[in-house]
């Protein structure tokens, strides 16, 4: 399985959502090796391997690792590692995995501001000893380069600054280099390792699937967590389209994580319907959770937006919202925690209004303080313009926070215990905060009713979809 | 001589539009008019013209061996006035062809019963004055809304000088006994026709149901279930939503065929005949008193009022509504009064239910909002603009 990020370290949901299906594969006997551009050594992924793709330190270790595999034990057929003529000792060590550090920038939608930071971090490029050929992946990333030709401004190798909104505002500079260099270090792990299905998350992991698959003679399976329409809509970069159309085009079998992105994949790429099945994402089973205690900074209620601050998310709805509700509920707090291109103008809106008072922006929360801010909100709001799943709304219904999603998302689909907006109806969205903040009952009643459903949209849903498609694609 | 007894339910509430927070305040319209009026049109079509028709025919053909009872909202009559004027002319058809009788009911189809006592009493009246007014008649039987009934409804009934009242044949209500007979209101003479609720549903919700294993229901298999009970009950009572015909069943699935054959199947038998409840209770004696020691009613699985009142956001609504009696009435204002009177139909809270799998569909099918939690907020809204705008501002109250 190919993955562009795993937790702790993460920029968005991709890295969550690829947690979650693994464990839950694994649990069904699934073995997995899973490959991602960098570990960073607290990865905590005893289900399978999990493998930086390619990694300075360690060049033997690296070979004798495979990435992105699926065997499935349950088709019968399993060629067992032993087969392989690899190091059959590490399964047995003690480590179930080795962490194999790659410096990587490859992060998925990085805004520039955390590029530069990263830069600053002094994580450097990917390494630059490209040694093999790599006909499948080059096919993918050809397109770029005859639309690279067309179009002045989309070169992806250069330097220099772009308008915001641009690659580089998502992804940073030189990114299809990289995009070709993890193709490159991946499927050198793939050598000498045998693989029944091959499985690459988003388009940046394309390439690399589409080479891996080939040479192994596998199925490729493409799962598309988000489009770049939906990041970026109008302002879609065309080299990325280009490369996410190849990947669809040389998939077995697409699987998108809704059928809002379903639809649209076969808007965007003609992708035929029947090609694309669709497993909706689950929230891993947080039982030993236990929400924070409420330690508040404000005397009112807390009405939250967390996200990345970019038009995909819809942080101006939030905003208008805020200014509706302020009229109803005059002591409630915001707070849009995140960080991303739109931020300055989101503050610039709050001024305007005359609401920046009842606004905070804590920027980018993690960890501790990601949990402490859904424990203390008593809202939480996804007004995303378009949202092909969203993980969120579950994580804050997971702290048994009530949520308010908007009908452009995924998750909207599968969720009946939330409140559901159109983004643009700001109005109804006001009213639907101020119900919340104002009814008990309603708190009450969606609460206790959200905590039992999404123990049903949990992971095993998604790996109980995914493992008859494995089995649809895979010999008798 | 056993007798089929048929009852249907002729209701459409007043539906609230999306009110959200934003119109506190500023937007007194509450109800939902083109909503309300094409939904009025569209049932109208689909099923109360048709089916009206459809019975009529029956009861010319049969010399009025056909006959039937319904109970018609003061609130569904106001809007077929409004909306589809030929609905209430078909209805009217029907009372003069002597073969049908009208059962009394709250003029608002509302929860008043288990609230408000006094209220509860107007309604009823409202609900009779409606009946002689339209269709010349004085109703002897009475239903509450939804069939909802225990012994103090039974008592407060049968104070009100009725002599029977339609209620629902719930099992651990009747125990051992069969709903197939005529029962007593404990210490009253007032008697109860208990709905035979599997026979009634087949037709109500398993019609056209293709994983049943009965499916198709021919009129011919029907009759033959009813003829079964031959000798062992004196009434088999189906009561059901007169929306069945046409719109709960389509069209589509055989309803209205089924409909047209089944009476001349059922009369086949030389021992069967229709009667409506007022007749029922004429001709056969009470077997008993049959006590309700639970509040029941005809709907969701449990039979019981929890489709109404069962979460917290309900209740809520419910004792907000109530609350506003005093305060509405002391302004002797009838615009007013039949405002908070609307407010008070049951379908309302309905859409408030949160039930789980097959209730939840059944929730999901009537209710005009995406989900619970929209309908509640609505609702809580309009309470709100009714008490800041309406109430505490006079000069609104005669917009």
Known sequence: MLGWEYPPHISGGLGTACEGLTRALAKRGIEIDFVVPHLYGKEDAEHMRIFGASDSRSPIEIATRAPASIRSTETGRVPTRASVPVDPGSTESSETFRMISVPAMLKPYLDRATYEMLVAEGVGALPTDVVETLPEAEAVLEAIQEDAGSEADSGSLDPSPTPEGSREAHYGSDLFAEVARYANAATRRVRGRRYDLVHAHDWMTFPAGAEIAARAGAPLVTHVHSLEYDRAAEGADRDIVAVEHQGLELATRVVAVSYYTRGLIHQVHGTNLEKISVVHNGVYARETVQAYTRERDSKGPVVLFLGRVTFQKGPEYFVEAA???????????????????????????????????????????????????????????????SEPFGIAPLEAMSYDRPVVVSKQSGVSEVLRNALKVDFWDVDRMASQIVGLLELPELRHVIVERAREEIRHIHWDAAAEKLIPIYQSLLPN | MPSVCFYFEVHQPYRLKPYGTMQVGRDHEYFDATLNAEVMRKVADKCYLPANEAMLRLIERSDGRFRISYAVTGVLIEQAKAYCPQVLDSFVRLANTGAVEFVAETYYHSLASLYDRDEYEAQIQLGMDLVRSEFGKVPRVFRNTELIYDDGIGHLISDLGFDAILCEGADDVLGWRSPNFVYRVPGRETRLLTKNYRLSDDIAFRFSNKGWAEYPLTANKFASWIHQHSGAGDVVNLFMDYETFGEHQWRETGIFEFLDHFPDTLLSHPHWDIATPSEVIDRYPALGDLSFGRTVSWADEARDISAWRGNEMQQRALREIYALGEDVKERNNSYLLDLWRKLQTSDHFYYMATKSASDAEVHDYFSPYEGPYDAFIHYMNVLKDLRRSVLHDEEKISA
């Open chain 1, 323 to 385: 200014a509706r509700v302020l009229q109803q509920v005059p002591d409630a707090t915001f707070v849009m925690a995140g960080s991303g291109d739109m931020l300055p103008r989101m503050k610039a809106m709050v001024e305007n209004l005359g609401i920046e008072e009842s606004f905070r922006f804590p920027g980018f929360v993690r960890g501790a303080e990601l949990e402490r801010t859904f424990s203390t909100a008593d809202v939480y709001v996804m007004p995303s313009v």
